[in-house]
């Protein structure tokens, strides 16, 4: 059986598309948040409903230009886009 949970993407009316997968809901916000458009100081909300439940996980994400690792392989460009996220809340649906 895997480990891995699918987490499907919320916007505020409620539609949902884009599904992010991962083993906690933290790692597939990291995908979303590497796709959006927030900064530090303009975080944006990611909501993500874990399939076969009621939970929406709710966090802030950005992302920031930082230099690459030194190990970096030599196709990697020099600066990478990092994303951060920040867990909120978990809200319930009806």
Do not use: Y
Not at 20 to 45: H, M, Y
Not at 77 to 83: D, R, V
């Amino acid at each position: 059986m895997s480990d891995t949970r699918n987490f499907v993407l919320r916007d505020v009316d409620g539609n949902e598309h884009g599904v992010f997968t991962g083993k906690q809901p933290r790692q597939a916000a990291l995908k979303a948040a590497n796709r959006g458009s927030g900064t530090k100081s303009k975080p944006d909300v990611i909501r993500l409903r874990e399939r076969g439940t009621k939970k929406i996980h709710v966090f802030k994400a950005w992302k920031q230009t930082v230099a690459a690792p030194k190990n970096r392989p030599e196709w990697m460009p020099a600066k990478i886009s990092k994303p951060f996220v920040k867990k909120e809340r978990i809200e319930k649906l009806e």
